[in-house]
């Protein structure tokens, strides 16, 4: 900071800012971006869950160094599941001997005896781990579908990713449905505001809920690290082949199908309040378009009250024009100035009305003449047609 401020230069009244400011700005994220990188002993929070499904260790704090030797990681993979480091896209990694599952609020290291989950640093454990935690031992102790340990541990875990999306989903189409009702009653700004709040909302849940699909169909799609997520088979010593993964793809596919209706679900939500919005628009534009019209109205009135005013003023300004003495001149011209007055204003609120419909006439006329047309017409090919065709 030192060395930017020494160098920094003074505001440029134009742009608001400096280049001084500026490289400071990036060195502070290219150092930040640095320490995320360098491989160091960082301690990372984990809760340990044994071969039986009991706790062995909750929120305790590992070594780094000490997690890769032990469970044969590479330090790049840790990143991927490192609380410090924001990931944003969901993956599911398939190593030597462990599966790495970084999706939503889950983060875990689970191998054919052990299920690792690395508890977000620096905060307490909310009421949605604790449930999956709940789950995942309940899951790991009772072992009744027959399935390996490391797929209980994976079921665990989709099924908490799945349920915390619809639960999400819920919540937001509550209070989507909730605006879009009282959106049919009345329109204000607050209600307008809040309803590209939810907008807003609504397309980043749409984006994870998609990312969460993508992740899924992508394990699918590698036939390779489908058989390499049989960990207690290879274990064992008996890998599996390359196409018998039916087990596994069955349960990625029931969850990416529970994915797949949550992310149309969040189309159709989105859908509908984009088209509440454009008929918002339409309204307000509606709205826009009587007033100008109003506004035209009162101009074209006023002009003829003008235009009749006009003609009342030449005659009653002290020049002699031989009617003064006339016993009905007083009267003949009131009246002819409120006539004037009432055509100038009929024929410009007539041609107002012409011109508001001019639109919809035209193509309407114009639809009806290519009607016409082509009824009475012969198809070109057919004139063109000789008598040896």
Not at 368 to 382: A, C, K
């Amino acid at each position: 900071m030192s060395w930017g401020s020494r160098f920094a230069r003074p505001l440029d009244p134009w742009s608001g800012t400096s280049d001084g400011q500026e490289e400071v700005a990036k060195a502070a994220i290219l150092e930040k971006a640095m320490k995320g990188r360098q491989q160091t002993d960082l301690m990372l929070r984990c809760t340990v869950l044994d071969a039986h499904g009991n706790v062995k260790t909750i929120s305790g704090q590992f070594k780094r160094s000490e997690l890769c030797s032990e469970h044969r990681l590479h330090p790049r993979d840790l990143r991927k599941i490192d609380s410090r480091i924001p990931n944003l896209v969901p993956t599911i990694l398939v190593r030597q001997e462990a599966i790495l599952v970084n999706i939503l609020h889950i983060r875990a290291l689970v191998k054919a005896d052990t299920v690792v989950l690395f508890d977000t640093y620096g905060s307490t454990d909310s009421k949605l781990h604790s449930v999956f935690l709940y789950h995942l031992e309940h899951n790991l102790k009772t072992r009744s579908t027959g399935l390996p340990y490391e797929f209980l541990a994976l079921e665990s875990i989709f099924l908490s990713v799945v349920s915390a999306l619809e639960a999400e989903m819920v919540f937001i189409r509550n209070l989507v449905g909730g605006l879009l009702a009282e959106l049919e009653d009345d329109i204000d700004h607050d209600k307008f505001k809040r309803l590209l709040h939810y907008s807003r909302r609504l397309a980043s849940f749409q984006n994870r809920a998609k990312l969460v699909q993508e992740a899924f169909e992508e394990v699918l799609e590698q036939d390779e690290d489908l058989c390499a997520m049989y960990l207690t088979d290879r274990r064992k010593g008996s890998p599996r082949e390359l196409n018998d993964h039916d087990e596994l793809e069955i349960l990625l596919e029931t969850f990416s199908k529970q994915t797949e209706e949550i992310v149309n679900e969040a189309e159709n939500a989105q859908t509908n309040v984009q088209s509440t919005q454009e008929i918002v628009e339409l309204i307000l534009d509606s709205n826009r378009n009587s007033l100008l019209a109003l506004d035209l109205k009162v101009s074209i009135g006023t002009m003829g009250i003008g235009v009749g005013a006009l003609i009342a003023g030449i005659f009653g300004m002290n020049l002699t024009s031989y009617m003064e003495e006339t016993p009905y001149a007083f009267a003949a011209m009131s009246a002819m100035s409120f006539t004037v007055a009432m055509l100038v204003a009929w024929g410009g609120l007539r041609k107002l009305a012409k011109i508001q419909k001019v639109g919809l006439s035209a193509n309407a006329r114009g639809r009806r003449q290519g009607q016409r047309r082509r009824s009475f017409s012969l198809p070109l090919p057919l004139r063109r047609r000789t008598p040896e065709d």
